[in-house]
């Protein structure tokens, strides 16, 4: 196996690699820029290791030495400085003088006690459960079909559901990923016109409580399987709207609890194909009343597929190995609502830090 340079940005001897100038130049970038991509599992899976291990947390923001750091960690010593070594390449932690490091302000985003802590999130997405299906993605372009449902004999939800464990995790890291759009969501849309918000596929409640905090005026249904929302009671609880908030579980392929006049879904109708997202969006619209609407937090994938944005487009795998979902365009959404009743009324990106769209989908006419 030839040595890589610089965190995988090319090979050392590889004939070209040295060379800028004119066409072998060109060339050479171009290597260095597919072995960067090549190498990105493994940096990945440090990450997930440094998580695992809470590495970033044993150093919190002071300066450590390795001895101390692997004796916390219960680690050997060796073998952790080639694990600081590389999250120093990848600017995780910094070096600051042999054998002693520190963590970056990027790092610290893998501590379990920051605020925008992503720990749990790199803990999971580089666990087996997400990765053993990317290695069959080929297959899955081939078919179509999720690949999950061959590696590990079941579809993902119900791999979860045999696994207290692992579906703690997952709930864990979906509220991770939840809290940017939590922060921003409960003042870019008007929620004042309407008293129950419904929230499907729900998971702990970290959405919805930021709503019902932000809108005292307002009720809320958290609605979820029974593992989805085991989290759910104590999160209304910490956020203080658990008098104006029911957690009702259910089979949302079934039905949805009636009675109010906004459902919410966020980072739902992704995980489902369109003919299991439209019948998810019909129960909706059985329980919907005239005047109430369906709000999609989804992203919303351009027309023409746009040069250096591949996060959502890598999202869109993750969802065909392991779930047989999909990311989708407005029209992809128009089409999804018109079959299932509705029709789009609005689209709207969400303030940053959140990256996902607004879509609010009201009654068709007749």
């Given amino acids: 196996m030839a040595d890589v340079e610089d965190g995988a940005a090319g090979t050392a001897d590889a004939p070209g690699v040295g060379d800028a100038s004119g066409a072998d130049g060109a060339d050479a970038e171009a290597r260095r820029t597919v072995m960067r991509l090549v190498f990105g599992t493994m940096a990945a899976q440090t990450l997930g290791a440094a998580a695992r291990l809470g590495v970033v947390d044993a150093l919190g923001g002071e300066e450590r030495g390795v001895e101390a750091l692997a004796a916390e960690c219960a680690v050997q010593p060796r073998a952790l400085v080639r694990l600081l070594r590389a999250m120093a390449g990848l600017e995780l932690v910094e070096e600051v003088r042999a054998g002693v490091f520190r963590a970056t302000p990027t790092g610290r985003v893998l501590s379990a006690d920051h605020p925008g802590s992503f720990k749990t999130i790199a803990t999971v997405f580089t666990d087996p459960l997400m990765v053993r299906s990317w290695e069959r993605l080929a297959d899955s372009v081939r078919t179509g079909e999720p690949a999950f449902d061959q590696v590990f004999g079941k579809g993902f939800f119900e791999h979860l559901e045999e696994r207290p464990e692992l579906s703690a995790a997952f709930n864990a890291s979906m509220s991770e990923g939840t809290r940017t759009t939590a922060a921003v969501l409960p003042g870019a849309y008007d929620f004042a016109r309407f008293h129950t918000v419904v929230d499907v596929g729900g998971g702990d409640g970290t959405l919805l409580a930021a709503v ?107 969802m065909l190995v392991n779930l047989g979902g999909l990311e989708r365009t407005r029209a992809d959404f128009e089409a999804l609502l018109a079959r299932a009743g509705f029709r789009l009324s609005s689209l709207a990106q969400l303030p940053a830090p959140s990256a996902f769209s607004l879509i609010e989908a009201a009654p068709a006419a007749g």
């Fill in 212 to 318: 019902l905090r932000a809108h005292p005026a307002l009720r809320g249904v958290v609605h979820d399987t029974p593992r989805g929302l085991a989290q759910a009671p104590a999160t209304m609880e910490r956020a203080g709207v658990a008098s104006r908030c029911s957690v009702v579980t259910g089979d949302f392929f079934a039905s949805v609890p009636a009675g109010g006049d906004l459902y919410l879904l966020k980072s739902v109708l992704h995980d489902w194909d369109d003919d299991r997202a439209a019948t998810l969006l019909g129960n909706c619209r059985q329980v919907l009343p005239p005047d109430g609407r369906v709000l999609l937090v989804e992203p919303v994938l351009p027309p023409l597929a746009r040069p250096g944005e591949a996060g959502w487009y890598l999202s869109d795998l993750n």
